[in-house]
């Protein structure tokens, strides 16, 4: 009889959860959270303009016009031409794509690296834990753009290879956070259970404890979208990155630095894209790390 | 029949700043097949290190496995390869833990945590397993076991999920299950159902089982046999009935002592075992029960009392076993 009524109740209560229209989910998302889909919609708004960029561009971007360089705003060029006479909008709309593809690429690959060693330096623990936080004490102790340049320096510049140099200091913070996370999993007896069933490390490391530190990973990621926009716009401004005619924002920054006195608008509109996708993305990652860490939900 | 896992003067110590710590020191029992062997003593006295021992998860360092054999169908696992050991570990020996609300693990969902054995040690296919995985929740009597297996364990009580953890233990049809405390953390009539569900489940699959518990009323009614553990070492071992009636060890009676009885007229109070376990780092050459012990005798500090032969299959470490323990008068 009892389990009868049990069954009844549960049902009873899954009928009572219809699934919200995504609309519905949509708004009561932007309620709770109104910056972070703020940030999420310059996010998305840059993505549309990176994947439709050869159909919202109003001029091809390398074009030089060489009857209006340095005009400033007007109804030709939105946002005024830079020295050679390209549209500045144009510039910023392909510049996205670099901007979104180093930002990606780097934060994830970062992190994603940092989220496995991190795992696997609590798990091990021991010599190799030890020898594995030296090591990344070593990649810490640097200024993340001093890091950078080294690399830069070593490689040569070129978008991979700014990628490369923003990268690696990314993977040390990230094992970091991560570590401190995987180290208290690794206590809690299902770790030890799932090594008396008899698992490999590698399972027990990728199955069974990677996902239980997908929170501090997340927060980690989103954080590094920014960072890695700014990085990138950093180096390429010091002309280690992107090298001219393709369009970055840190690269127009170079060119502009020459010219901003007179046309001011060759300097600005660059720089407002740079601040206003790393809002954008800052914004966003405070969300998640509000949804994802439990501590902050109940407010 | 030979033994299904012989222990044979297994030592386990853990080397920390404070001392070698002799956490198993010189331990020997066997487990045959089909079996239900007790291994019972209070906190710290190397039940649950033994038991670790066994499928070498002691966390090493500290610990380490220092001399002695495990010996499981003719193969030592002190010393095998890290390999051999992973083959065995929830194929053959499976393990049940204490803490049945974090010994699953949370992101995961009952069918994944059940199928994922099956998968990986029996070669079987995700369909097969999941089928397997629904009969053993039916077996374990959890009810509608078709909706349970995509839950996640936050959904489920600590009984059922201790259900849910010895499941997984037979999972692979292994030959020994070692539960290590498996009720203590459960409530009293839970306890007795998980139990009962252990022996009839150990019972019709032959399974062979090491129950470690500090509940003497568990091994009275659920073990065939019995080691009384303290500080380390095995101090009565024998029949679970001759263990709990005609206890031949000062500690084994001081254990049964302290624990209420339904049986017995009803005591003012209960008489607990005096004074602390001792401190492993620092244990002489004699007895170490001897300082809590009521019928402690000089020739004690000597050394430790082997274990000597008390009729039938029952052995206890004491010099004074022998003597009629009359004043014992349970």
Known sequence: MVTVSEVQTEA???????????????????????????????????????????????YNPLQEHFDSMLSGPSEDYLLGTDEFGRDILSRLIYGSRTALLVGFVCAIVGSTAGLVLGVASAYFGGLFDLMLQRILDVFMAFPLIILALAVVATLGPGIENVMIAIILPFIPQCARVVRSNALAIREIPYVDAARALGFSDARIILRHMVPNVMAPYLIMLTTFLGQAILLEASLSFLGLGVQDPIPAWGLMLTNASEFFEGAPWVAIYPGVAISLSVFGFNLFGDSVRDVLDPKLRSR | MGALLEIDNLQTHFFTSG???????????????????????ESGSGKSVTALSILRLIPKPPGEIVGGEIRFQGKNLAFCSEDEIREIRGRDISMIFQEPMTSLNPVLSIGMQLTEP???????????????????????????????????????????????????????????????????????TIQAQILELMKNLTRDLGVAMIIITHNLGVVARYADRVNVMYAGRIVETGVASDIYHRPRHPYTLALLKSVPRMDRPRQAKLDPVDGQPPDLTRLDGGCSFRPRCKFA??????????????????????????????????
Not at chain 2, 24 to 38: K, Q
Request: proline share 6%; charged share 25%.
């Open chain 2, 118 to 188: 099956m998968i990986a040690h029996m070669g079987m296919s995700e369909a097969e397993a999941r089928e397997r995985a629904v009969k053993l929740l039916e077996m374990v009597g959890i009810n509608e076991p078709r909706r349970r297996v995509d839950q996640y364990p936050h959904h489920l009580s600590g009984g059922m999920r201790q259900r849910v953890m010895i499941a997984m233990s037979l999972a692979c049809e292994p030959k020994l299950i070692i539960a290590d405390e498996p009720t203590t953390a459960l409530d009293v």
């Open chain 2, 297 to 330: 005798i000089d020739k004690c500090a000597e050394s430790f009392p082997p274990l000597e032969e008390m009729g039938g299959q029952h052995y206890s470490a004491c010099f004074r076993s022998k003597e009629s323990l009359a004043e014992i008068e349970l």
């Open chain 1, 12 to 58: 009873q209560f899954e009928e009572v959860a219809p699934k919200k229209p995504w609309t519905q989910i949509a708004v009561d998302l932007s309620r709770k959270q109104p910056l972070g889909v703020f940030g999420l919609a310059i996010v998305v708004a840059m993505i549309i303009a990176a994947a439709l960029a050869d159909v919202v561009a109003p």
């Open chain 2, 19 to 41: 001392g070698t710590v002799k956490a198993v020191d010189g331990v020997s029992y066997d487990v045959n097949a089909g079996e239900t062997v007790a291994v019972v003593g």
